[in-house]
């Protein structure tokens, strides 16, 4: 079984859905990592959560809801979604604290709003 | 801010070649570097790391030193695989406190290699 998985793979809805993303981590890790990756840009940090807590919210629309019921899950709810929201959404999860830690990713779920 | 800049791909190279993917960065601390890799349809996998000047990260062939006085981390390899093809994506950590980091990645540089 892989560290870090994710589920749908694909997902496709309409602008109107409401759908969510899951994300298991099976490492013990304490804390966990929303990204958003589009064509031609940097990964972009959405949320972080560490315990369980939520520490960073990096100015992120409200149509993205994130949830973090215990340390080995996590939830991206969406709602109303623009086609812009388009993009490959990656989960990642690391263990103990500062610069030195390293961060195992999922493989992803790729998500297309029409 | 904090910043990562790679160079832009793609890279296309024979099997054998000489692989240099250059990495630089600005940084107000002493953040540690990574080079992550991701395989087509896959997630990012840690390729090697550094956590401080002139360390050496390297793994499966793969080499980058952490030059402060340049402020670059760039990748090498002496011989490449058709297998290497990839995105390859530098990044730096600062730590902000708790039990998580904070990664800033360049835009990621495509590799391409031909048999």
């Known amino acids: 079984e892989t560290g870090v998985t994710q589920t749908p793979r694909h997902l496709v809805m309409g602008m109107t859905n409401k759908k969510s993303l899951k994300c298991e981590q099976h490492?013990?890790?304490?804390?966990m990592y929303w990204y958003k990756q589009s064509a031609k840009k940097p990964l972009e940090l959405m949320f972080v959560y560490s315990l369980e807590e939520r520490v960073e919210n990096n100015s992120v629309p409200s149509r993205f809801s994130p949830e973090c019921p215990n340390s080995s899950h996590l939830f991206l709810h969406l709602h109303t979604l623009q086609p812009e929201d388009s993009a490959l959404y990656l989960c990642?999860?690391?263990?103990?604290?500062?610069?030195?830690?390293?961060?195992?990713f999922g493989a992803g779920t790729r998500l297309s709003v029409l | 801010g904090d910043s990562v800049t790679q160079m832009e791909g793609p890279v296309t190279l024979s099997e054998e070649a000489f692989l240099t993917i250059n990495c630089t960065y600005t940084?107000?601390?002493?953040?540690?570097l990574f080079w992550y890799v991701q395989y087509p349809g896959e997630g990012l996998q840690l390729l090697l790391k550094?956590?401080?000047?002139?360390d050496k990260g390297s793994n499966k062939g793969f080499e980058a030193t952490y030059r402060k006085e340049t402020t670059s981390f760039h990748l090498e390899k002496g011989s490449v695989q058709v297998s290497d093809s990839a995105v390859y994506f530098c990044a730096l950590s600062e730590g902000y406190g708790g039990a998580t980091n904070k990664l800033i990645f360049g835009t990621g540089t495509l590799l391409a290699v031909q048999p």
């Open positions: 550094a956590t401080k000047a002139d």
């Open positions: 990642a999860s690391s263990q103990g604290q500062g610069a030195k830690n390293i961060q195992y």
């Open positions: 940084a107000t601390g002493y953040p540690s």
């Open positions: 490492l013990g890790h304490n804390a």
